[in-house]
């Protein structure tokens, strides 16, 4: 059962590099003696455990008294952070040093959400005054689309507002704008298009007119072939509806790296906004890559949402690490990856609103940390990222918390709660305490289940039959973070987003990897790019006379053209 999951991981990775090191030897040595200690001994020995084990900043309080550790497991991945050089990483990563190796440049998002006045220069630009710059230009025209003053081709107003981008350029919008709808201006009308099915971009404008659409193409290598296409088959759509091929002039935007392709694909230079290439996809809702969240919220609450992600940058960078609340969740993460052998990472947000909130991590985490070579070009020796899932609870009570209560597998779970819902049905100011309290009970609830379970003794003296005590009985001593607000606000939710994204940056140091590279998406692209080209020469059939590819997948594409012709 669960007691067979928690073997050190370390115990069966190549005890080199980095798990030879003294720091993580010593909390090797420590897991083993800590041995079966479980929660319920550590929360008996420690009344105060509760209350210790947090921390605040930015507005979020976390509690991480519910994790396996006592103060020296903490005082000895404070060590571990000391030995990788976690704050002269921090510092290099906040000047502006090439700290994307691997690519030879600067991962500099952090500029993307400095005040105005402050200024970072990096190759001669000061990138903080450019940043603002692009703030302005992206205020000026999401006032103008908001205000009903920006005019489509035909005189009317913009009223439907389609983000096309897919990644970095689809999910931090698309998740910003679900989680802040609240915020939103409600006559505009959002979607946000990324799959390359049709069915995608399809669904989003049907019943739209388009005289009275904007499309964002976002695509920081104005290159992806997902985005290209919905991009082409938006030009068509909008053209064949308004007749006029000039109609792309007054509906189409670009956000882009790559201004040059935006202007070949016919968006007139003063309809693009910049983006730079010290900002990763995954890094860029504060960036022009946030002109659908601006257009949606306003340009004040935007920046309110920048002002949340500086407050947790500033935090995150001046905080010594015992209190340093993303640099204590990105140790964690690595206590329950690497010593208690735990997988995944579940996260499950308490707020409907952060239904996107999974899906984001996903490629914040996966892509940054999903690597198997150090900055040093050599095996990393030990687990990096987790696998990142999750859906907002209650919902996933009723589905998959089953598993997470009794399955065989450990899943340490990131609870986020608010102490305010966003009003309810029954009116904008009327606030329904009872179905937010709810709610809550329910995540306090979860946390405390999974942390404490429920015993054989405790069920036998509650009366249930022998034969039935097995089944019934939950082990508990399960891992999790509790992380609250007050309110899902921009500011909240700037500083939600930027604790994952440096406690991310944490776990990378640590295992001493790029998190700001992602070759690995690489190969599959190359592929799909030769076998589209095989797909586009008609009649050509892929059989055992001309193998292409494995007998697999020349057999799939053999079945794919059959399908495909039935379909005639
Ligand atoms: O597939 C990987 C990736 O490069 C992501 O890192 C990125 O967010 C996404 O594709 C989209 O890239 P672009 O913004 O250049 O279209």
């Known amino acids: 059962m669960y007691g067979a999951v928690a073997a050190p991981a370390a115990g069966s990775e190549i005890v080199t590099g980095l798990s030879a090191t003294s720091a993580w030897q010593a909390l090797a040595s420590h897991h083993v003696q800590m041995g079966g200690v479980d929660l319920r001994a550590l929360f008996a020995n420690d009344p105060e455990r509760g209350t210790r084990f947090t921390s605040e900043a930015a507005g ?68 903080v005054a450019d940043v603002h710059m692009v703030l302005d230009r992206m205020t000026a025209f999401s006032d103008q689309i908001r205000r009903g003053l920006w005019l489509g081709h035909t005189g009317q107003p913009i009223r439907n507002v389609i983000n096309i981008g897919i990644g970095g ?24 298009v990324a799959n390359v099915d049709g069915a995608a971009l399809a669904e989003a404008t049907r019943c739209l007119d388009a005289g009275k659409t904007l499309f964002i193409i976002c695509s920081k290598s104005f ?17 064949a509806q308004l007749g006029d091929a000039a109609a792309v002039a007054r509906h189409f935007i670009a ?86 052998g735990a997988q995944t990472q579940a996260v499950l947000p308490y707020a409907q609103d952060l239904s996107r909130f999974p899906a984001y991590l996903q490629q914040l985490t996966m892509e940054s940390n999903g690597k198997h070579v150090t900055h040093k070009s050599v095996p990393v020796g030990v687990q990096t990222s987790p696998i990142v899932w999750g859906v907002p609870g209650t919902n996933g009570q009723h589905s998959f918390y089953q598993l997470l209560h009794q399955g065989t597998r450990l899943v340490p779970c990131d609870f986020i709660g608010f102490g305010r819902g966003v009003p309810s049905i ?26 404490f379970g429920r015993t054989a003794d405790g069920l036998r003296v509650e009366g249930v039959e ?12 399960r891992p999790s973070n509790t992380v609250m607000a007050h309110r899902l606000t921009p500011y909240t939710l700037g500083a939600l987003v930027v604790l994952y994204e440096h406690s991310v940056f944490t776990q990378a140091v640590i295992w001493d990897i790029d998190c700001f590279d992602q070759w690995g998406v690489e190969l599959g ?44």
């Open 426 to 451: 029954a009116g904008e100011e009327v606030h329904d305490h009872r179905q937010n309290d709810l709610l809550m009970a329910n995540l306090f609830a979860q946390a405390e289940a999974l942390a």
């Open 255 to 340: 956000v882009s790296a790559n201004i040059e392709a935006a202007c070949a694909f016919g968006i007139a230079p003063e309809q693009t906004f910049p983006l730079w290439d010290w900002v990763g996809g995954r890094y860029s809702m504060a960036s022009a890559i946030g002109l659908s969240t601006m257009i949606a919220i306003g340009a004040d609450q935007f920046r309110d949402m920048l002002a949340g992600m500086h407050a947790m940058d500033e935090h995150f960078r001046q905080t010594p690490v015992e209190n340093n609340m993303p640099a204590l969740m990105g140790l964690l993460a690595v206590w329950n990856n690497n010593f208690l």
């Open 60 to 127: 979020l309080y976390l509690d991480y008294s519910k994790n396996r550790v006592d103060a020296q497991t903490m005082g000895l991945l404070a060590a571990l952070a000391r030995a990788c050089r976690l704050r002269e990483r921090v510092d290099a990563m906040f000047n502006g040093d090439a700290v994307n190796t691997t690519e030879r440049r600067a991962a500099l998002h952090t500029a993307l959400r400095a005040p105005s006045g402050q200024s970072l220069w990096v190759d001669g630009v000061d990138v």
């Open 223 to 239: 290159h992806t072939p997902e985005t290209m296409a919905n991009a082409q088959a938006a030009r068509s759509w909008c053209i």
């Open 169 to 192: 350029s689809d999910l931090g919008p698309a998740m910003a704008y679900t989680a802040l709808r609240h915020y939103s201006q409600r006559d505009l009308n959002f979607a946000f």
């Open 466 to 477: 022998e034969a039935f005590v097995p089944y019934r009985v939950c082990e508990g001593n």
């Open 525 to 568: 692209k190359v592929l799909a790019e030769g076998i589209a080209a095989e797909l586009a020469v008609a009649d050509l059939d892929v059989d055992e006379s001309a193998p292409l590819h494995d007998s697999s997948t020349n057999a799939l594409l053999r079945r794919y053209r059959h399908l495909r012709r039935e379909d005639k």
